[in-house]
Nanobody, 124 residues
Framework: QVQLVESGGGLVQAGGSLRLSCAAS????????MGWFRQAPGKEREFVAT????????YYADSVKGRFTISRLNAKPTVSLQMNSLKPEDTAVYYC?????????????????WGQGTQVTVST
């Protein structure tokens, strides 16, 4: 049974920064891509960022490119999301997820395990 626990969400002013972390346990996850998705009220879940199994190929949604950085540490394993220059439109519940494959994709259907989510609120 895979368990994913997110942390680091909170309230921040526009232009500020937050760092989300996701601790994974339950099986060997170093061979699977891991990613972050988000869901704002009244909207569908959307892709934010993902990283392949070795951590050398990140992939970002256009809306966060240049502001967010995803990284992973397979020894633990954990995946983190550094979010800079936050905007009010980044407000959402952020979810950590583990893919079924080695490869980083933006399709939520490719992800098998999901965390409970952590709230990020960006005020004006």
């Amino acid at each position: 049974q895979v368990q994913l626990v997110e942390s680091g969400g909170g309230l921040v002013q526009a232009g500020g920064s937050l760092r989300l972390s996701c601790a994974a346990s339950g099986r060997t996850l170093s061979r699977f891509a891991m990613g972050w998705f988000r869901q704002a009220p009244g909207k569908e879940r959307e892709f934010v960022a993902t990283i392949n199994w070795s951590g050398n190929t990140p992939y970002y949604a256009d809306s966060v490119k240049g502001r967010f950085t995803i990284s992973r540490l397979n020894a633990k394993p954990t995946v983190s999301l550094q979010m800079n220059s936050l905007k009010p439109e980044d407000t959402a519940v952020y979810y950590c997820a583990v893919s079924r494959t080695l490869y980083a994709t933006g399709d939520p259907d490719d992800y098998e395990h999901w965390g409970q989510g952590t709230q990020v609120t960006v005020s004006t």
